[in-house]
């Protein structure tokens, strides 16, 4: 479900917005009823609209929630809670079968009510303000009910749409657990990588110096790709987006790693030092152009 607060900001419903909408809560709860008694004449003129009212207690629960909603309009708290009113209004309606046509209908009807009596019954000088203020939460209200005629839409169109969006929502929980299990073993593997320069640095004490630090170097370079790597990981499981330079960088890393190792090999060896050598310029290179791309995106 949505956040209210991420749609109040979309249609720029401020704080004196708000201010606006509760300034005029006491005049428009005189006017509730006359709101519902003449939306249900509307609703009542049309013949294609009409048939929602087989009897009446139909009508007479209708202008029931059609005051309750009124009140709420202009009560200030927009909420959460708010939201999911305003959707179940929405989901009733879809189950009923009204067609959305005739809810902008009756929100239009709503909506020029509500400004006539601004302007018969409130004096303030800024009437436009309030008016405008009005015509953002409507909007809101409109939008917030109808959502549920989107998602019928997509049933429509889209047959398999229930085995779609169970589909869909397996294949993310699947994915967030692979992404844990991933996270798990980069762990584990960083355990290992400590456990590798405790050996790679035990050498200086064994007589072998330069050997021991080249090779505690290279460790601990593993050890900064497996940093990086679980911090971009734990990003995405919040939310951010991979970094590829992150991968790019631990085959870097490894054959800088082989390189200084190598070092210590026989003669023969040479060819692979420079093997080595040549991957790691063009890995540099793509390591660069990667950074320089993900920077400016």
Not at 48 to 56: S, V
């Given at each position: 479900?949505?956040?209210?607060?991420?749609?109040?900001?979309?249609?720029?419903?401020?704080?004196?917005?708000?201010?606006?909408?509760?300034?005029?809560?006491?005049?428009?709860?005189?006017?509730?009823?006359?709101?519902?008694?003449?939306?249900?004449?509307?609703?009542?003129?049309?013949?294609?609209?009409?048939?929602?009212?087989?009897?009446?207690?139909?009508?007479?629960?209708?202008?029931?929630?059609?005051?309750?909603?009124?009140?709420?309009?202009?009560?200030?708290?927009?909420?959460?809670?708010y939201l999911h009113y305003l959707q179940k209004i929405g989901n009733r309606?879809?189950?009923?079968?009204?067609?959305?046509?005739?809810?902008?209908?009756?929100m239009n009807f709503i909506r020029t009510f509500t400004i006539n009596t601004?302007?018969?019954?409130?004096?303030?000088?800024?009437?436009?303000?309030?008016?405008?203020?009005?015509?953002?939460?409507?909007?809101?209200?409109?939008?917030?009910?109808?959502?549920?005629?989107?998602?019928?839409?997509?049933?429509?169109?889209?047959?398999?749409?229930?085995?779609?969006?169970?589909?869909?929502?397996?294949?993310?929980?699947?994915?967030?657990?692979?992404?844990?299990?991933?996270?798990?073993?980069?762990?584990?593997?960083?355990?290992?990588?400590?456990?590798?320069?405790?050996?790679?640095?035990?050498?200086?004490?064994?007589?072998?110096?330069?050997?021991?630090?080249?090779?505690?170097?290279?460790?601990?370079?593993?050890?900064?790709?497996?940093?990086?790597?679980?911090?971009?990981?734990?990003?995405?499981?919040?939310?951010?987006?991979?970094?590829?330079?992150?991968?790019?960088?631990?085959?870097?890393?490894?054959?800088?790693?082989?390189?200084?190792?190598?070092?210590?090999?026989?003669?023969?060896?040479?060819?692979?030092?420079?093997?080595?050598t040549i991957s790691i310029f063009i890995l540099g290179v793509i390591y660069?152009?990667?950074?320089?791309?993900?920077?400016?995106?």
């Amino acid at each position: 479900m949505d956040d209210m607060q991420n749609i109040l900001k979309s249609y720029k419903i401020n704080v004196e917005d708000i201010k606006n909408l509760k300034s005029i809560a006491p005049v428009m709860e005189q006017y509730k009823e006359s709101l519902a008694d003449g939306l249900v004449e509307f609703i009542l003129s049309r013949e294609e609209t009409a048939k929602y009212f087989h009897n009446k207690d139909i009508k007479e629960s209708h202008k029931k929630y059609a005051q309750e909603w009124f009140i709420k309009l202009f009560s200030g708290q927009y909420n959460n809670k708010y939201l999911h009113y305003l959707q179940k209004i929405g989901n009733r309606h879809v189950k009923e079968g009204v067609k959305v046509h005739y809810i902008h209908c009756a929100m239009n009807f709503i909506r020029t009510f509500t400004i006539n009596t601004i302007e018969n019954e409130i004096e303030d000088d800024d009437i436009a303000g309030i008016i405008t203020s009005v015509n953002k939460m409507i909007d809101l209200n409109l939008d917030s009910i109808t959502s549920f005629y989107r998602e019928e839409e997509l049933r429509t169109v889209f047959v398999s749409y229930r085995f779609e969006g169970f589909l869909i929502e397996f294949a993310k929980r699947f994915t967030y657990g692979l992404n844990l299990i991933l996270v798990i073993a980069l762990i584990f593997i960083s355990f290992l990588v400590i456990g590798q320069f405790v050996l790679d640095f035990g050498h200086i004490f064994e007589g072998n110096v330069s050997e021991g630090v080249i090779s505690a170097i290279g460790s601990l370079l593993i050890l900064w790709v497996m940093i990086e790597l679980l911090d971009t990981e734990i990003k995405h499981l919040r939310g951010g987006e991979f970094e590829i330079k992150v991968f790019v960088g631990v085959a870097l890393v490894a054959f800088i790693r082989e390189l200084l190792i190598s070092s210590f090999q026989e003669i023969e060896g040479v060819g692979r030092q420079y093997f080595f050598t040549i991957s790691i310029f063009i890995l540099g290179v793509i390591y660069w152009l990667i950074a320089r791309i993900e920077k400016r995106d």
